[in-house]
């Protein structure tokens, strides 16, 4: 009788113990400047920031399992958010959802790390080896990530964008596109940029959409293929060279020039008026209709 | 950034990149780079060419050697990583100096092209061969940090850059003085050293 108490005992231990709650929950509240930078790090699992139109930082969500606590510090005008993990281990998973003040400037740092960031007026910067990142809606954005994907729309003045071998996105928006991929993919559309810069090493890059009069597009790559979707009814001077690769071109009649080391193609439609320059090592390069 | 840093900018975008600094961390990591690489440049006597090979200085730095590796896990300075780089660009920032050309680096932070063309890309090569080595050493570290499959994705992308190179080496060799082929290889060589510094850094 008494080993069968035992043993209820310890069953009733362990099953507690699987039962425990392997996620502390979250829920804290900060003043903020409406102008206020909110550092967050979170080395593992999701932060989502959503801007609202009151003056104070909230944090939602659970902490991971090993996760040691929600570190605060700073002041109304920065705010910095640990989401603090063992520093030689796997970090744990922490799904956090924050709420910043719209005019709010925002920098998250992650590890494993999905980042969803929306109607933040300020900048935005982000760094996370995996996990995708979205922005909607920044003046500035600034992304790096090593292997997650990122989807950019509507910033109004500038994004920069490194990747390595996640897939980019940009779409629309005015002012400056910067992009740049190892062996990933990145496309970038738009009908009112001003500046956009693309640079692969391996990977492919593409534009499609329009170029307004003294815009720029620079496009750069050693192996990876330059697609440009631009209509021939878009005024544009084009300067494509490859040394080794191979030059398409769906938009016009002309033809690219042959040196021994280089083929040069230039010419431009619809009296032109926008700048595009391309340039690879052995890249494919194809101007496409739309 | 260089333009900021000389305090030409009018007083608007002066404002403007001083707000941006405040809160991205990696320009603001150029910018105190790039204050470093001019104070550095403006302490070199102008006739005085740099030492070709900075390799000894930058394993010093990083005590990049395979019985050191726990040392440099522990004492791992961030700025150490920085003067890495620094180091690697400094014989041409030197020369721009002297020069007063504009436009050291780019608005993303790599070198610009004045700089980059008087910048003879084999010659170069060693010297961020080592840097990158170095990069490597740590990285080698903190690989258990990342998940196997993330291990493998940035492997693979590490050998598409290294194949990048090897292409251009090969076109180089047969028109060692073409400029777009040694901008081109600056270039992807500054990308190798940024894909492991984010890496690096991350990790950390």
């Not at chain 1, 492919?204 to 990876?224: M, Q, Y």
């Not at chain 2, 180091?87 to 721009?96: C, F, N, S, T, Y």
Request: net charge positive; glycine share 10%; with cysteine.
């Amino acid at each position: 009788m008494r080993s069968t108490r035992c043993a209820l005992a310890v069953a009733a231990i362990l099953a507690a113990a699987t039962l425990a709650p392997a996620q502390t929950p979250v829920d804290q509240t900060w003043p903020a400047a409406k102008n206020a930078l909110v550092e967050i790090q979170n080395p593992a699992g999701s932060v989502t920031i959503k801007a609202w139109d009151r003056l104070e930082v909230t944090v939602k969500g659970t902490l991971g399992k090993g996760a040691e606590k929600l570190e605060f510090s700073g002041d109304r005008l920065r705010l910095h958010l640990t989401a603090k993990a063992p520093s030689h281990e796997r970090p744990p998973e922490s799904d956090l959802v924050v709420n910043v003040p719209a005019g709010g400037r925002v920098q998250v740092t992650g590890l494993s790390t999905r980042i969803d960031v929306a109607g933040v007026a300020g900048p935005v910067s982000t760094q996370t080896i995996d996990g995708g990142v979205t922005v909607s809606g920044a003046a500035e954005v600034e992304v790096k990530t090593v292997n997650g994907p990122v989807e950019v729309t509507g910033t109004k003045k500038r994004v920069q964008v490194n990747a390595v071998n996640g897939d980019a996105t940009v779409k629309g928006g005015s002012g400056t596109v910067h992009a740049s991929t190892v062996d990933g993919t990145v496309v970038v559309s738009g009908t009112a940029l001003e500046s956009v810069r693309l640079n692969s090493v391996q990977g492919s890059v593409r534009f499609e959409g329009r170029l307004p009069a003294g815009a720029s597009l620079h496009a750069h790559s050693v192996g990876g293929t330059v697609t440009l979707a631009i209509p021939a009814s878009n005024g544009v001077d084009y300067t494509v060279g490859t040394m080794s690769g191979t030059i398409k071109n769906d938009l016009s009649d002309a033809a690219p020039k042959e040196t021994i080391a280089r083929k040069e193609l230039s010419f431009s439609t619809s009296g032109g008026g926008a700048t595009v320059q391309v340039d690879t090592l052995s890249g494919t390069v194809h101007l496409v209709k739309p | 950034m260089d333009d900021y840093v000389d305090g030409l900018l009018d007083d608007g975008l002066q404002e403007e990149v001083r707000r941006h600094l405040a809160i991205c961390p990696a320009c603001a990591e150029k910018e105190r780079g790039l204050r470093r690489l001019v104070a550095d440049a403006r302490a070199l006597p102008r006739a005085m060419a740099p030492p070709r090979d900075l390799w000894p200085s930058l394993a010093r730095r990083l005590g990049a050697t395979p019985g050191k590796r726990r040392w440099m896990e522990r004492a791992w300075d961030w700025g150490g990583l920085a003067a890495a780089a620094s180091l690697v660009v400094i014989g041409a920032l030197a020369a721009w100096w002297s020069s007063r050309q504009p436009a050291p680096f780019t608005p993303d932070g790599t070198l610009g092209a004045a700089v980059r063309a008087s910048y003879a890309g084999l010659a170069a090569d060693d010297e961020y061969e080592r840097a990158d080595a170095a990069f490597l050493a740590v990285l080698e570290t903190r690989r258990g940090r990342l998940r196997p499959a993330s291990r493998a994705r940035v492997d693979a992308s590490l050998r598409a850059i290294d194949e990048a190179l090897d292409a251009i080496r090969a076109e180089l060799r047969e028109r060692p003085s073409d400029p777009g082929l040694n901008l081109m290889l600056a270039s992807v060589h500054q990308r190798k050293v940024d894909v492991l510094r984010t890496v690096v850094s991350l990790t950390s």
